[in-house]
């Protein structure tokens, strides 16, 4: 393996912060209801936070793969939006402060990315890793936002109920990362929030408010979700004018809120229609989606159901 050194660099100037957690917030992975979107957005948009590290994406990234927008504007290019994967410092609302790692993930050298990532760890003593996710699962929006939480040791997570059993899932480089990480007895964790299938691709801000109160619980970190939590009393109200006006989608929410019921009262095991693999946001949305389309006037917003 190349150096992993090359990967990255550090600002000019860092601050003192201490021990800190590291929060990995990667795109790319399925983020069912845009949910870690949502939360690393209020996090860099509502609170104080600083470029600290930046990896060369031209060694990790797959341009032709994502290709990154560019602006033409009558006789010329105006401007590149050129992909950025960095740490940020960031200060909770009492000024404590965390790393928010967050971009692409790597699309090449996910081991030596990892290596990296342990190498700025240790430089700047980070006390705990936790990552974020958004998976499409069959629950209802009616019932509290459940999620998943998974780490090592296996004392960062008591008290969190365990969903599933044993499953196989597409890798992904941040849990390469928290793979790794505990491989080295370094604190680790992550919490993959569950999101109602039927809403795995519209944004669902409870979701990212429930992300956001994991990382505050996990982390001993003050992060408000005021400007969240109006958002997301305003599409929960969206929803339910839309499960109101038609008796089937209503019918198939009640099946929802049955086998949820069934499941938190033990007498079922899994939220998974299939045991063997977690569903991607795409596989389990695409027929409760194309159904709403075909309703009369329902037309293509995106911000529906």
Known sequence: MQDPRGLF???ESVPDLGQPVLVQAMEGFVDAGGAARLARAHLLETMRSELIVTFDVDQLFDYRG?????????DHWESFAAPQLAIHAVWDSAGVPFLLL?????????????AAVELIIETFDVRLLVGLNAIPMNVPHTRPTAVIAHGSPIELIAGYTNWLGTVQVPASAGHLLEFRMAQAGFNSMG??????????????????????DCIATSGELMIPTEALTEASAAVLSNIDAQVSASEEIAGVVRALEKQYDEITAGRANSLLADGSRLPTADEIGDEFEQYLLRQPGSGENPETL
């Open 9 to 11: 660099e550090f600002a």
């Open 66 to 74: 994502r290709r990154p927008e560019m602006i033409f504007a009558t």
């Open 191 to 212: 919490f993959a929030v569950n999101v109602p299938h039927y809403l795995a691709n519209v944004d669902y801000p409870q979701a990212a408010i429930t992300l956001l």
């Open 102 to 114: 967050d971009g692409p993930e790597p699309d090449f050298q996910w081991e030596r990315f990892v």
